[in-house]
């Protein structure tokens, strides 16, 4: 008999492989940014270890978090552990200074870890929902209970991880007190606006960054909008769930072979086999 094949994390049914290579997604990934940086503590353990304003840094520091979620979700048992152990490694050495106190903290404290891990899932579902990726109630409490097994990669006990929507919505109504938008959280909001872009890239991507910046900015909850000093309306809501949807249908005229990563192809062919052979 063939041995069982590792497919990581997921695996063929999951909602994550679902939704995960879909080009709007995108958009969740910069959301998540904006979202994560209204915790003081996750802002300024990232500001002060990494050169933000530096083009090329920054630039490199994307292609590495880009890298790590896409090995995290469709990567072998393997390669998962072997970028996790990677990121574990660098996050326990380093630290950051509250700028209200100037305590030092971990950066790898477990309360920001969490809500690193939780702007992800939360930005990926919403953004998969709103632009009409097709996703039931269901699909979206089994895709936040899936992240758990995400959490754990970079050191959370999965068991103290929100497992669904209700317990996600519960966990960030319990953290607005905490947040505001610090002024390095404010200056990451502009440079999103007008990013420092390499130059071999600058021509193709600076025309594209301020409108999508905007569609990123107004996919926020409102309450993370009005912390950032910017209109918290229904309307924006409204206009940037047609945009998102208008977004999504526009990718979806692209041929598969183009549209999705090399990862994302082969999920879904896995998953394709997988249904036929339970026909």
């Known amino acids: 008999m063939a041995a069982a094949q590792d497919h990581g994390l997921f695996g063929p049914g999951s909602v994550t492989w679902r939704i995960m290579g879909e080009p709007v997604l ?13 915790h003081p503590h996750s802002m300024w353990g990232t ?15 994307l292609g590495r978090t880009i ?62 929902r709103r632009a009409g990726v097709g996703l039931s109630r269901a699909d979206c409490d089994r895709f936040v ?16 991880v929100p497992g669904s929507v209700e317990e996600m919505s519960d966990y960030y109504r319990a953290m607005r007190p905490h947040l505001y938008a610090c002024d390095e959280a404010k200056q990451g909001l502009r440079r999103l606006l007008n990013p420092p872009v390499p130059l071999p890239y600058a021509a193709a991507l600076k025309p594209i960054a301020p409108p999508l910046a905007a569609l990123v900015v107004a996919t926020l909850p409102r309450w993370a909008r009005r912390m950032y000093g910017l209109p918290g309306l229904p309307t924006s809501d409204l206009a940037a769930t047609a945009a998102l949807r208008a977004l999504h249908r526009s990718t979806r005229l692209v041929p598969a072979s183009l549209r999705y990563p090399p990862e994302a192809r082969r999920a879904r062919d896995l998953t394709a086999e997988t249904l036929d052979h339970a026909a």
Request: cysteine-free; proline content about 3%.
């Open 26 to 38: 995108m958009v969740g990934g910069f959301r998540a940014l904006l979202l994560q940086a209204l």
């Open 47 to 61: 500001a002060q270890n990494s050169a933000l304003m530096d083009a090329d840094a920054a630039w490199s520091r």
């Open 67 to 128: 890298e790590f979620v896409g090995v995290r979700t469709w990567g072998s048992t393997q390669e998962v552990e072997r970028v996790g152990r990677r990121v574990r490694k660098l996050h326990s050495k380093l630290s950051g200074v509250d700028r209200r106190t100037g305590e030092v903290f971990p950066v790898d404290d477990p309360e920001n870890l969490l809500w690193v891990h939780l702007g992800e899932v939360d930005s990926y579902l919403d953004v998969a």
């Open 145 to 160: 209970d899936e992240q758990r097994r995400a959490a754990a990669v970079v050191g959370l006990d999965p068991a103290e």
